[in-house]
């Protein structure tokens, strides 16, 4: 069954250090790989995607994704780690193989950013 | 440029009743769809419609039903209400047919049931 694993319920970073939060995902073929973030009482926001090409991926407010193949993964990076990174962090693919329109989510990590 | 539009913001819904949700989406947007978040948990996809028709359903029962209208503004109906139906209830769109388009989200509607 296609699905996406988020391994960590929370990850804790302190200011100004990089943060790497781990998804892996178990889809077969070319699929289209999301992350997202959300904030307290507010909808998804849209941070990057891969759909081919180079495996890293850059998106906004500074972070960046790195596509693997062979370890199906797709694990979100950023240098430099700020208190306002602190938020709802979801993995999520989609693809021929999921149906071409549904998008599987992971169940989410929890970054806390410590000044 | 407004983004996606949901509404209500929260409702509250007793067993048994039926409730709608309304999405407007994205400008220039033609494709909705229609995710449910339970607490704790991520998204999980219940149906996106595009040119008025459904499109792909996820694994939900018929009580939830949908429609989408000619300016590509969206309904989520639920009927007969379960308490576990009580979830964040988001809408997103997207351009095109292609599966690798990005979705935006709304802020979505919190529904509750008791």
């Known amino acids: 069954a296609q699905s996406v694993a988020q391994p960590e319920d929370q990850v804790n970073v302190a200011e100004g250090n990089p943060l790497t939060v781990k998804c892996t995902y178990s889809v077969s073929g070319n699929p289209y790989l999301f992350w997202y973030v959300q904030y307290p009482n507010r909808g998804l926001q849209f941070l990057l995607k891969?759909?081919?090409?180079?495996?890293l991926v850059k998106g906004s407010y500074g972070f960046e994704a790195e596509f693997n193949k062979s370890q199906t993964s797709f694990h979100l990076k950023k240098p430099s780690a700020l208190v306002s990174d602190s938020a709802l962090y979801f993995c999520a693919v989609r693809g021929i193989n999921t149906g071409g329109f549904k998008t599987i989510f992971g169940a989410g990590t929890r970054l806390f950013v410590k000044a | 440029d407004a983004g996606v539009t949901q509404s209500p913001t929260h409702l509250i819904k007793t067993r048994g009743q039926q409730v709608t949700l309304r999405c407007s989406p994205k400008s220039g947007h033609d494709t909705v769809s229609w995710y449910q978040q339970a607490l704790g948990q991520g998204p999980q996809f219940i149906f996106q419609?595009?040119?008025?028709?459904?499109?792909q359903r996820g694994n939900f029962p018929d009580r939830f039903s949908g429609h989408q209208f000619p300016n590509y503004s969206s309904e989520l109906n639920v009927n007969a209400l379960w308490l576990g139906d009580s979830a964040l209830y988001l809408c997103a769109s997207s351009l095109g047919t292609g599966s690798q388009e990005t979705q935006y989200f709304g802020p979505g509607t919190r529904l509750l049931v008791l």
């Open positions: 891969y759909i081919t090409g180079d495996n």
């Open positions: 419609y595009y040119e008025e028709e459904e499109r």
